[in-house]
Structures are given as structure tokens and as C-alpha cells.
């Protein structure tokens, strides 16, 4: 079956430390998308990424980086300069960067926790 | 810049009770209107779409939503819950290359 793929499902760093979760996809999508998850403010867009090797930041990208190295796969770093990095990640795809009708598909989301 | 309002962040309702749930969105070009459902512990799903044509469409599970331009609304409609609905549900809109969403409205049907 295809899917996204995320891992860890949870993990716990410590402050002032990097971390890097995981994204992957089978469903030969363009388009890879991170979102934060926080109770009461929905899905807020971090990065995304129309194709391999390009990316664009999202409405809340200070603090995060990511990489493009091959269609399928979209890592997302959590720098130390992320100032409330505790939160509930989602990746996404989407099957067309230039389909905007284009529905997404998510993953099962990474629960950080940084103390 | 695009927004999306969702007006309830909390509806409790009991089975067989009709719902709605309000969307309202900001942007001045062609959208395309999505309604997600997060079920507890499952991972976010397309519940129903709107991109053209006809401004009512229906989605999985007997859910629909009107599309009215004139209101830039979304709404999201089902005639008769059920406890399985219990989910909290997002509004999100894509006008060209991201998806964004509201704040999300967590419903809690009683048996």
C-alpha cells in the first residue's frame, strides 16, 4: 500500500539540541509539505517543497530547515533556534505541484517533545 | 494573504442530531475548498473537496458542503450524526501552491 511515512511517532530531545524527523513517501508524489499541529490553531504551514531540490518556507519557517534530495523522501530539522518546538508534526503530498485542486495525504505525524 | 476561519472549536451533539459546521475563508482568486477529518488516533483524511461545478458536494460517510461565493463561506453539513463522527474536523483552502487551514472544530457526538 501506498503512503507517507513518519517516524519516529514520538521523541524527546532535550533543549538547545537539533533534531531531524523523518518523511517518507511511496505515492510518487511532486509536492512534500511539514506542518505544526498546536490544540487550537490547526495546521500551520512550516515548509514546502514542489520538487526534488526546491523548497519554499511556509508561514512559520524561523527555526526550521529542511532538505529535497530525492522525491521521496522530505526531512525536517528542529533547530535550537525553534523557541516552542513542542508539537505534533504532520508530513504531507500531494500528487501535483501545479494542481492546486490537488487533495493531500498525511502522515501519521511525529509528537516532539523537547524539555 | 489567504485565512480560513472556522466558528465553532467545540460542538457536542447527540446522535441523530443534524450538524453544520461553519467555514469562512479570505482570498481574492480561484480557490479550491477542502474540508479534513482527523479521527481519534488516525491520521488526517480527505473528507470532501470542492474545486468547480456544482456548489454542493458530498463527501465520505454522508457528509456535504455548500461553496457560496457570494459569502466566501464552506460549510459543512450532515443531516444525521452519528457516535462515529466523533472527530475534529478542518476546513483548509488552496489558491495556488499551499494548502491553508483553519483552526479545526472538535466534535463529540453521545450515544
Not at chain 2, 453544520?20 to 488516533?41: A, D, H, I, K, R
Request: glycine fraction near 8%; proline fraction near 4%; charged fraction near 20%.
Amino acid at each position: 500500500d501506498g503512503g507517507i511515512t513518519q517516524s519516529p511517532k514520538y521523541l524527546f530531545r532535550k533543549e538547545g539540541q537539533n533534531v531531524t524527523l523523518s518523511c517518507e513517501q511511496n505515492l510518487n508524489h511532486d509536492a512534500m509539505y511539514w506542518y505544526r499541529q498546536d490544540p487550537g490553531q490547526g495546521l500551520r504551514l512550516i515548509y514546502y517543497s514542489q520538487i526534488v531540490n526546491d523548497f519554499q518556507k511556509g508561514d512559520i519557517a524561523e527555526g526550521y530547515s529542511v532538505s529535497r534530495e530525492k522525491k521521496e523522501s522530505f526531512p525536517l530539522t528542529v533547530t535550537s533556534a525553534q523557541k516552542n518546538p513542542t508539537a505534533f508534526y504532520l508530513c504531507a503530498s500531494s500528487i501535483n505541484r501545479d494542481r492546486a485542486n490537488s487533495p493531500l495525504h498525511f502522515g501519521n505525524g511525529t509528537r516532539l517533545t523537547v524539555t | 494573504a489567504q485565512s480560513v476561519s472556522q466558528h465553532n472549536h467545540h460542538v457536542i451533539l447527540s446522535e441523530a442530531a443534524s450538524l453544520e459546521l461553519g467555514c469562512n475563508y479570505s482570498y481574492g482568486g480561484t480557490v479550491n475548498l477542502f474540508w479534513y477529518v482527523q479521527y481519534p488516533g488516525q491520521h488526517l483524511q480527505l473528507l470532501l473537496k470542492y474545486f468547480s461545478g456544482d456548489p454542493l458536494v458530498k463527501g465520505i460517510k454522508g457528509f456535504e458542503a455548500e461553496f457560496i461565493k457570494s459569502k466566501f463561506s464552506f460549510n459543512l453539513r450532515k443531516p444525521s450524526v452519528q457516535w462515529s463522527d466523533t472527530a475534529e474536523y478542518f476546513c483548509a483552502v488552496n489558491g495556488g501552491f499551499k494548502t491553508i487551514f483553519g483552526a479545526g472544530t472538535r466534535l463529540f457526538v453521545k450515544a
